[in-house]
DNA sequence: TATTGTTATACTCTATAACTATA
DNA sequence: TATAGTTATAGAGTATAACAATA
């Protein structure tokens, strides 16, 4: 048994944590539909809103396949979101960058992010939430540690950056 | 600001909701692709598992269209996982029901779900496990109060039930 | 030879709109 | 008329396999 003795009203560790993970991706999807976009597409998003990763990287990050991550690319650059720059030192390469407008994009929704989970977690006290907030940072470092992501390397992207690495 | 005073390796608490969905599905999706199914048609076989709904009931606790909902159920049928049955009260409903076939297959991953989350807090005390399954509960509680699901009608499902409720 | 990225292809998921059959 | 479900269609996401260009 993961949850030794929940009490009243607790779903145990497993189901919470999976509904939970619900509930966060409908918000998500929610939002990004709002503004037009595939959660896939907003992850790319907050991603690169802080870096230029490789299509390579962008791959091990998203833990897609190259040629997908070549198809959501194409795609949010149709669309004018971000562009592929090509590497000065390796011509085989490119790095994906973020535009004007994806930059607009991606901050207008974390801000909105940041209202819906505000809404998601009214119930709790302060305390509660800040203790929550530590339990999923422990839980997130320690996956990334053991995926070999430096998750230190994160900024507030309004957590539609997923997981992060060291290039 | 939602996280009064993050402290050290305290990603705040959107960056890491956030992260810690995407580590969750990713376990989800690594699970159901062991077993050559899709995430939403593991969730499908998770709610199932315990009810027979009907198209319009799943597309409402699933948030989807009701197209879509026949396109999943389709899939799932043809692959033996769930059968239709012909409401007897109303000619033009169904009931969707779990084959044996499609029981085995939850059943076994909600096992392997159960293994991954157990990796997942590896690093938490059973102290704080259980602070994390209470909070977690509380979160999606009140989400599916705000929605108007009956969460105390979910079974131990292996979490792969999403919202339920109740007809 | 190995690596980076793209292309071709196929399947799943999803929504919208139009439809059938019941109610 | 309204509701339950399906079909037709289109677009996004994903993976595998084969490929071109470069290292």
Known sequence: MLTPL???GDLGLVDALAQLT???QGALGRIAAEHDVS???????GIVRDRQPTI????????LDKSSVTGLVDRAAERGLVT???????????RVAI????RELIDSGAADLE??????VADLTPAQRTRLSVLASRIVAADARRRGFDIHAT????????????A
């Open 99 to 102: 535009t004007a407008e994806g």
């Open 6 to 8: 929940p009490g009243e």
């Open 84 to 94: 592929r720059v090509a590497s000065p030192v390796d011509r085989r390469s490119v």
């Open 115 to 120: 209202a819906e989970i505000a809404l998601l």
């Open 39 to 45: 959660v896939p597409a907003a992850r790319l998003l």
């Open 155 to 166: 900024r507030a992207t309004g957590g539609l950056s997923g997981g992060e690495a060291r």
């Open 22 to 24: 619900f509930a966060v």
């Open 56 to 63: 390579g990287e962008l791959a091990t990050f998203l833990q």
